[in-house]
């Protein structure tokens, strides 16, 4: 059974920084991705970034030059390095990995006041 801890989140100003950690744990093997998702008060859960095994990445437009995904020296850990955050960053985070089937972390809020 796979968990994600998710970690780092918190309350910042407009302009200010977070970093995201996530930790993957139920599996020997290395996850082909890893993701970040949010979800917003009121809003659908959309996708934010996904890293590889093999360095690739990918963004959601509105994040892409604000945001960094990248993968851990240790097994299955992925990491969001947040600059620049908008009020509209307010999100509760998830971090996900598909293995078979969906598994999600329990999510960690971020909060962007202007």
């Known amino acids: 059974q796979v968990q994600l801890v998710e970690s780092g989140g918190g309350l910042v100003q407009s302009g200010g920084s977070l970093n995201l950690s996530c930790a993957a744990s139920g599996v020997t093997t290395s996850f082909r991705a890893m993701d970040w998702y949010r979800q917003a008060p009121g809003k659908q859960r959309e996708f934010v970034a996904r890293?590889?095994?093999?360095?690739?990445?990918n963004y959601l437009d509105s994040v892409e030059g604000r945001f960094t995904i990248s993968r851990g020296n240790a097994k299955n850990t992925v990491y969001l390095e947040m600059n620049r955050l908008k009020p509209e960053d307010t999100a509760v985070y998830f971090c996900?990995?598909?293995?078979?089937?969906?598994?999600w972390g329990q999510g960690t809020q971020v909060t962007v006041s202007s």
């Open positions: 890293a590889t095994s093999s360095g690739n990445t």
């Open positions: 996900h990995v598909l293995h078979y089937t969906d598994y």
